[in-house]
């Protein structure tokens, strides 16, 4: 289970000098408790103590861990260097294995890292006293790191500590890297996190905010219903289908397909919904106005004798008439993406924030995740970014009308792109801090601060950047019904890679976000097996059922029929047998997860 909020737990590095576990370095060696954890640590390499103060203790109970740092003799935009060799020390990791994505990675030596990795907890010894020992790789001004392998034969845990900006370069480095100690795996990253969460100041943890109220309901997402082609009428269908089979949704999620867009070469009078149907053939579209598209402008409310009034058509009208149909759906959540669209926002359209047609560039790091077509569509593309200085305005635009026409909240999606967008904006970081910046604001004053969920947003940026008011992500890649590759045994693969994702993630993404495991159809050759991970998940349950095919038997397992969930009071966790194994793919590990409800335990 998600481990206690409480602030006295086993292993906590206090201020008062009684922690057991602090972390040195003692001539080429950094050890923790007379154990070396990384040895042949390089010259250039440093370690300064948590300088946490009396103050900031009300905060952190759990100073003490240590900061690695490093001095280069050339001042570049981009930096690998060693911090010492990894060797024979079971690990188990979070690195992204696609732009958006991470998962879980175990291993016992430095060459056996990933790229891109975002934290990596090394395992306690047995019998030798050794603690567990985690390496959290942070942000340093304008700079954001991550760790990968050295050589394939040295053994080397590399950091690798990046700007995105060529205009932005340094040499001097004091707390790239962040070191922890103790006995239990699951306080330690909760630890480690209220000293970064101090260190930094950019973010909240999760036990600080409070994650929206959809996360008691179940809900309907359109996606795998419609995908693109979704519509009023079959929104309409959709809900009323699962009321009538006694799962009412309290929550109704519009996904992608209510925007008006359209391509750089059409007109801007022509909307580029019509031409996108397929998955992927939206990724070059841009936005071409923050009100909806004709589909749900050309709305009419039941209100036949006011049809010719205006505040009886369109978005407005549509949801109104949901919710007076429906009494169950306290809450509509609509998407969008990060920049407006998959392709930001069309430059030189009236009515629109000015925006700049920018190519995306891959870092090296990124350049080695898993082929992507949505980064193949937006690199080929481009995206038409809005200048940070006036990207509140993009979201004023997007919110502002949505909360006039009922809308309680927006899945900001296709996060993690600034990144490489980054080159004439002062750098990954400093273009993050203004749209993150102003996102928030946007949502506070529009979404009561929390009316957000966060997708492909797995990257340390976001983490520390984005989620001073964001209490609500996914921590898996998406629920795919079918192998993108065509492959039907992929499918079932597929399924447990879902469930490998979210547990793992959640250990480190769960104390900024609460975890969301994604929607899933209750239809599916393996919908019990996700219908039992969600219940036990602690987070949102909803479905992207196709409309009128439902099982209900299965869904009645987990639905009240007021539309609210029994939800478990913390978030999934996998068991500690699990932690340092490979469940996906050594062919002998069961994943575990568990997590607590107000009655009993849940396995």
Same mark, same amino acid.
């Given at each position: 289970?998600?481990?206690?909020?409480?602030?006295?737990?086993?292993?906590s590095?206090g201020l008062?000098?009684?922690?057991?576990?602090l972390?040195?370095?003692?001539?080429?060696?950094?050890?923790?408790?007379?154990?070396?954890?990384?040895s042949d640590?390089?010259?250039?390499?440093?370690l300064?103590?948590s300088?946490?103060?009396?103050?900031?203790?009300?905060?952190?109970?759990?100073?003490?861990?240590?900061?690695?740092?490093?001095?280069s003799?050339?001042s570049k935009?981009?930096?690998?260097v060693p911090?010492?060799k990894?060797?024979?020390?079971?690990?188990m990791?979070?690195f992204?294995?696609?732009?958006?994505?991470?998962?879980?990675?175990v291993?016992?030596?430095?060459?056996?890292?990933?790229?891109e990795t975002?934290?990596?907890?090394?395992?306690?010894?047995?019998?030798?006293?050794?603690?567990y020992?985690?390496l959290?790789?942070?942000?340093?001004g304008?700079?954001?790191?991550?760790?990968?392998p050295?050589?394939a034969?040295?053994?080397?845990?590399?950091?690798?500590?990046e700007?995105?900006?060529?205009?932005?370069?340094?040499?001097?480095?004091?707390?790239?890297v962040?070191?922890?100690?103790?006995d239990?795996?699951?306080?330690?990253m909760k630890e480690?996190?209220?000293v970064v969460?101090?260190?930094?100041?950019?973010?909240?943890?999760l036990?600080?905010?409070?994650?929206?109220?959809?996360?008691?309901?179940?809900?309907?997402c359109?996606?795998?219903?419609?995908y693109? !082609? %979704?519509?009023p009428?079959?929104? *309409?269908d959709?809900?009323? /289908?699962?009321?009538? =089979?006694?799962? &009412?949704?309290?929550l109704?999620?519009?996904?992608?397909?209510?925007?008006?867009?359209s391509?750089?070469e059409?007109?801007?009078?022509k909307?580029?919904?019509?031409?996108?149907?397929d998955?992927?053939?939206?990724?070059?579209c841009?936005?071409?106005?923050?009100?909806?598209?004709y589909?749900f402008r050309?709305?009419?409310?039941?209100?036949?004798?006011?049809?010719?009034?205006a505040?009886n058509?369109?978005?407005?009208a549509?949801?109104?008439?949901?919710r007076?149909?429906?009494? !169950? %759906?306290?809450?509509?959540?609509? *998407?969008?993406?990060?920049c /407006?669209y998959?392709g =930001?926002?069309? &430059?030189?359209?009236?009515?629109?924030?000015?925006?700049?047609?920018?190519?995306?560039k891959l870092?090296?790091g990124?350049?080695?995740?898993m082929?992507?077509?949505?980064?193949?569509k937006?690199?080929?593309?481009?995206?038409?970014?809005v200048?940070p200085?006036?990207?509140?305005?993009?979201?004023?635009?997007?919110?502002?009308?949505?909360?006039?026409?009922?809308?309680?909240?927006?899945k900001?999606?296709?996060?993690h792109?600034l990144?490489?967008?980054c080159?004439?904006?002062g750098?990954?970081?400093?273009?993050a801090?203004?749209?993150?910046?102003?996102?928030?604001a946007?949502?506070r004053k529009?979404?009561?601060?929390?009316?957000?969920?966060?997708?492909?947003e797995h990257?340390?940026?976001?983490m520390?950047?984005g989620?001073?008011?964001i209490s609500?992500?996914?921590?898996?890649?998406?629920?795919?019904?079918t192998?993108?590759?065509?492959?039907?045994?992929?499918t079932?693969?597929?399924?447990?890679c879902?469930?490998?994702?979210?547990?793992?993630?959640?250990?480190?993404?769960?104390?900024?976000?609460?975890?969301?495991w994604?929607?899933?159809?209750?239809?599916?050759?393996?919908a019990?097996f996700?219908?039992?991970?969600?219940?036990i998940?602690?987070?949102?349950i909803?479905?992207?059922?196709?409309?009128?095919?439902?099982?209900?038997?299965?869904?009645?397992?987990?639905?009240?029929?007021?539309?609210?969930i029994?939800?478990?009071?913390?978030?999934?966790l996998?068991?500690?047998?699990?932690?340092?194994?490979?469940?996906?793919?050594?062919?002998?590990t069961m994943?575990?997860?568990?997590?607590l409800?107000k009655?009993?335990?849940i396995?």
């Open positions: 289970m998600a481990p206690s909020l409480s602030k006295s737990s086993s292993g590095s008062d000098g009684n922690n057991p576990y972390i040195s370095l003692e001539g080429s060696n950094f050890v923790v408790n007379g154990h070396v954890f990384l640590v390089p010259g250039n390499i440093t300064s103590p300088p946490v103060t009396l103050t900031e203790k009300t905060i952190c109970d759990s100073a003490g861990g240590s900061f690695v740092g490093f001095d003799k050339e935009d981009r930096h690998v911090i010492g990894l060797k024979n020390i079971k690990f990791s979070i992204r294995f696609k732009v958006w994505w991470t998962t879980h990675w291993g016992s030596n430095g060459r056996d890292l990933e790229h975002q934290m990596v907890m090394l395992d306690k010894s047995d019998d030798s006293g050794r603690p020992v985690l959290l790789p942070l942000l340093e304008p700079f954001r790191a991550s760790l990968q050295g050589a034969d040295d053994d080397n845990v590399d950091v690798c500590v700007s995105g900006s060529t205009k932005v370069c340094g040499d001097e480095f004091r707390s790239v962040y070191v922890h100690a103790g239990d795996p699951f306080n330690l480690a996190m209220k969460r101090v260190h930094l100041g950019t973010f909240k943890l036990e600080e905010k409070t994650p929206p109220g959809i996360v008691d309901k179940f809900g309907w359109t996606w795998d219903a419609f693109l !082609t %979704v519509h009428q079959g929104i *309409w959709g809900v009323k /289908g699962l009321v009538e =089979g006694g799962c &009412p949704p309290g109704v999620l519009i996904d992608d397909g209510w925007q008006s867009i391509r750089d059409d007109p801007v009078t909307e580029g919904m019509t031409a996108a149907v998955a992927g053939e939206q990724m070059p841009r936005l071409l106005k923050f009100q909806e598209n589909k050309d709305y009419v409310g039941l209100k036949s004798s006011a049809a010719m009034d505040n058509r369109g978005m407005g549509f949801i109104k008439d949901l007076e149909e429906f009494s !169950t %759906v306290d809450y509509v959540y609509v *998407w969008h993406a990060l /407006g998959w =930001g926002v069309r &430059p030189d359209v009236s009515g629109l924030p000015p925006s700049q047609l920018v190519k995306p870092s090296p990124l350049a080695m995740t082929e992507d077509l949505a980064v193949d937006i690199v080929s593309s481009g995206v038409g970014l200048p200085e006036m990207v509140d305005q993009m979201y004023e635009g997007i919110h502002s009308h949505l909360e006039k026409v009922g809308i309680d909240g927006v900001v999606d296709v996060i792109l990144e490489m967008l080159e004439d904006y750098g990954r970081v400093d273009l801090k203004a749209y993150y910046k102003a996102l928030t946007s949502v529009h979404f009561k601060g929390n009316g957000v969920i966060a997708s492909m990257c340390n940026d976001f520390f950047l989620t001073e008011a609500l992500g996914r921590v898996g890649d998406d629920f795919w019904c192998d993108p590759s065509g492959d039907p045994n992929g079932f693969w597929l399924q447990g879902h469930m490998v994702h979210c547990a793992y993630n959640s250990l480190w993404m769960g104390n900024f976000i609460h975890p969301d994604d929607m899933f159809q209750s239809t599916h050759p393996c019990e996700h219908a039992a991970s969600r219940a998940s602690g987070g949102p909803y479905v992207s059922d196709s409309v009128g095919k439902h099982n209900f038997p299965l869904l009645k397992k987990l639905v009240l029929p007021d539309g609210s029994l939800r478990c009071i913390c978030y999934a996998p068991t500690r047998d699990c932690l340092f194994k490979d469940p996906l793919h050594d062919g002998n994943l575990k997860i568990w997590n409800n009655v009993m335990s396995f």
